[in-house]
């Protein structure tokens, strides 16, 4: 099993620019979330997805779309990039039984946003 | 608001010595709590977690405490190793299906051997 995948690693977009980031999971999670972290702020949430077809905002949903393909993909737009969306963005996953609250991420993108 | 506060953004320790992680909390809904490890250049990865009908939680070398009425958690590491270096994260939950956490800002632990 390879987890939480998330593509591309590293990315540098001008401002204006547009980009989707990509994230699939084999683990059959039902939830998956998108977050960004910024240094000194920890990870903060943008998106997330309590189940397939479904999609709900986050603590920082501005200037972001999402898109839950299908139970394993999960991607996150960028309609135009600004400098303030500079960050490393994770993707995670996380199942639905009861007493289970962990998530499960993967290994990040790195945006820089000129 | 942070509503999740670690308020030691760095810690260091000698090797085989007991490493202590504070975490604060501020909303009374959280019941369940969890701490991530990460790496530099990797995902945060799940360590331990404790839920508010506890007030401790054992595995292995990691012992993760609850206090309720302060709210306030911490996580022990002991014996700690050079390998336990790295930014470890505490994180909470409040019920319901969504699973959602929020996030401290992380203390980064560095065991010197």
């Known amino acids: 099993n390879a987890g939480v995948t998330q593509t591309p690693k590293f990315q540098v977009l001008k401002t204006g620019q547009s980009m989707t980031l990509q994230c699939a999971q084999d683990m059959n999670h039902n939830s998956m979330y998108w977050y960004r972290q910024d240094p000194g702020m920890g990870l903060r949430l943008i998106y997330y997805s309590a189940s397939e077809g479904t999609t709900d905002k986050g603590e920082v949903p501005n200037g972001y779309n999402v898109s839950r393909l299908n139970k394993r993909e999960?991607?996150?737009?960028?309609?135009?990039a600004a400098p303030s969306q500079t960050s490393v963005y994770f993707c995670a996953?996380?199942?639905r039984l009861a007493g289970v609250r962990e998530q499960y991420f993967g290994p990040g993108t790195r945006l820089t946003v000129t | 608001?942070?509503?999740?506060?670690?308020?030691?953004?760095?810690?260091?320790?000698q090797e085989g010595r007991i490493s202590i992680l504070n975490c604060d909390y501020t909303n009374s809904m959280f019941d369940y709590f969890l701490w991530y490890k990460k790496?530099?250049?990797e995902g945060p990865t799940f360590l331990i977690s404790i839920s508010s009908i506890k007030d401790k939680n054992e595995d292995g070398r990691f012992t993760v405490f609850l206090n309720k009425s302060a709210k306030h958690l911490s996580l022990h590491i002991v014996p700690s190793q050079p390998g336990d270096s790295a930014v470890y994260f505490c994180a909470a939950s409040p019920p319901g299906s969504a699973r959602q956490l929020t996030f401290g800002s992380g203390t980064q632990l560095t065991v010197l051997p």
Do not use: G, I, M, T
Not at chain 2, 3 to 12: A, G, T
């Open chain 1, 74 to 80: 999960f991607s996150l737009r960028l309609e135009s």
């Open chain 1, 93 to 95: 996953s996380s199942e």
């Open chain 2, 1 to 13: 608001d942070q509503q999740v506060k670690q308020n030691s953004p760095s810690l260091s320790v």
């Open chain 2, 39 to 41: 790496y530099p250049a």
